[in-house]
């Protein structure tokens, strides 16, 4: 399990959120719960895309932090490996 963490910046408008350690995880909602789904659908999303592309995530990194964001917490991402199995049939008397 990859454990990133979540900033949350809440104003007026709602609540703006990132994964500190992952650029490109960002998202937002019109309140904390919202965001919070937002941000786990967006670490999804993401994580897919790279990896369906070749591409390595980001190591998490503990230490990061933000002093402007109203809250950080935990981002949890489980990521297991697949392989998709099929036979081909063959001709008989081939």
Known sequence: MLVYKAAYYIDDDGVSVQALDF???LSCGK???EARRMIRS???DVTE???ENGEA???PDPAVTDPEADL???L???VQA???ISIVPQEVGA
Do not use: K
Request: negative net charge; charged residues 20%.
């Open 42 to 44: 967006a670490l999804v």
């Open 23 to 25: 650029p490109a995880v």
């Open 31 to 33: 309140d904390l719960d």
């Open 82 to 84: 697949a392989s998709r």
């Open 57 to 59: 995530l980001p190591l």
């Open 49 to 51: 895309y790279m990896l």
């Open 72 to 74: 950080e917490e935990p």
């Open 76 to 78: 949890y991402l489980l």
